[in-house]
């Protein structure tokens, strides 16, 4: 199993800077893609960004492609999501999760565990 826990999320002005952790225990953290998912009020949840295993690949959507930054420290077991010039449709509950393979996932159903979700809320 895998246990993951988010922070970082909070309340902040368009134009503003936030930046989401999530810590993760329980299986060999370095082995697996992570991703950040996020879920408006009345909305699906989408991906956001993920990482595989080593950081060396990314993905991002498009809406956040130049404004967010994934990464990822290994010998901390902590990926980190990295938002820039916050727009108030940014706001929305943003969750860490886990494959359980290496490689990068995009949909939902690829991801097996998932933390609580942290609130970002962006005023205008």
């Known amino acids: 199993q895998v246990q993951l826990v988010e922070s970082g999320g909070g309340l902040v002005q368009a134009g503003g800077s936030l930046r989401l952790s999530c810590a993760a225990s329980?299986?060999?953290?370095?082995?697996?893609?992570m991703g950040w998912f996020r879920q408006a009020p009345g909305k699906a949840r989408e991906i956001v960004a993920a990482?595989?295993?080593?950081?060396?690949?990314?993905y991002y959507a498009d809406s956040v492609k130049g404004r967010f930054t994934i990464s990822r420290d290994n010998a901390k077991n902590t990926v980190y999501l990295q938002m820039n010039s916050l727009k108030p449709e940014d706001t929305a509950v943003y969750s860490c999760?886990?494959?359980?393979?290496?490689?990068?996932?995009?949909?939902?159903?690829?991801?097996?565990?998932w933390g609580q979700g942290t609130q970002v809320t962006v005023s205008s």
């Open positions: 329980g299986r060999t953290f370095s082995s697996y893609a």
């Open positions: 990482i595989n295993w080593s950081g060396g690949f990314t």
């Open positions: 999760a886990a494959r359980n393979v290496g490689y990068i996932g995009t949909g939902v159903n690829e991801y097996a565990y």
